[in-house]
């Protein structure tokens, strides 16, 4: 702590930024070896992503910085290099037994998809029984529709409230419904694009 009040404001500077280097070596080795999950928690835990910015020299917060700021965030990136270094150790000598975590990834993966098996089971179960409902009310019956016009399908839409204004503008000129204000625009969208 004496050494950083000591220091000029440039030198904090380059100790900052030399300090975030190496905790970037320290994610391209997590990376590399397959310890990125791992690693992440601490890196998340710190302020090391709030001032990724501040490995270039040139950028605009270095201006605003004061030389308390720089000691602070010296002292929050060398207790994080000091615990990365830690966790590397302990990684190489293996003290985190991957086998054991692969093997309950993939035990929860098997178990995700088979619950996902199920639950797709069931709904066409589900879909099945509205279809033989609905066909003996007569409420779903192929080839339902205007058969001038084309298949129909449903389709969902998302424009912006601008655009739906006009949208109801035309329907309230005309005094035509959406489907139809909307399958005018879509034709001729497409016999403009062909154009």
Same mark, same amino acid.
């Given at each position: ?11 904090? =500077? ?10 970037? #070596? ?6 590399? /070896? !397959? ?15 709030? /001032? ?11 201006? &605003? ?9 010296? *002292?929050?990136? %060398?207790?994080?290099? /000091? ?9 190489? =000598?293996?003290?985190? &037994? *991957?086998?054991?975590?692969? &093997?309950?990834? *993939?035990?929860?993966?098997? /178990?995700?998809? &088979? ?5 797709? %089971?069931?709904? #066409? ?8 409902? *609905? ?7 192929? !080839? ?7 298949? #129909?399908? $449903?389709?969902?839409? #998302? ?14 000129? !005309? ?12 034709? $001729? ?7």
């Amino acid at each position: 702590m004496n050494d950083l009040e000591k220091m000029e404001k440039e030198e904090l =500077k380059s100790l900052l930024i030399n300090h975030l280097d190496k905790i970037g #070596t320290f994610i391209k080795w997590s990376m590399d /070896n !397959g310890a990125s999950l791992l690693m992440g928690d601490l890196i998340s835990g710190s302020s090391y992503i709030k /001032n990724l910015d501040l490995i270039d020299p040139y950028d605009y917060k270095h201006k &605003n910085m004061e030389k308390k700021h720089y000691s602070h965030e010296i *002292q929050e990136c %060398e207790e994080l290099i /000091n615990k990365l270094k830690d966790f590397k150790d302990k990684y190489e =000598k293996g003290h985190f &037994n *991957q086998s054991k975590k692969s &093997n309950l990834n *993939q035990t929860n993966r098997e /178990n995700e998809n &088979n619950n996902s098996d199920q639950k797709y %089971e069931d709904n #066409t179960l589900e879909k099945e029984k509205s279809n033989q409902i *609905q066909s003996k009310r007569g409420g779903k019956r192929e !080839g339902a529709g205007r058969k001038g016009f084309g298949i #129909t399908k $449903k389709v969902s839409v #998302t424009l912006p409230p601008e655009l739906w204004r006009e949208i109801e503008e035309l329907c309230e000129k !005309g005094n035509l419904n959406q489907s139809k204000v909307l399958r005018e625009l879509i034709q $001729k969208g497409l016999l403009n694009d062909r154009d």
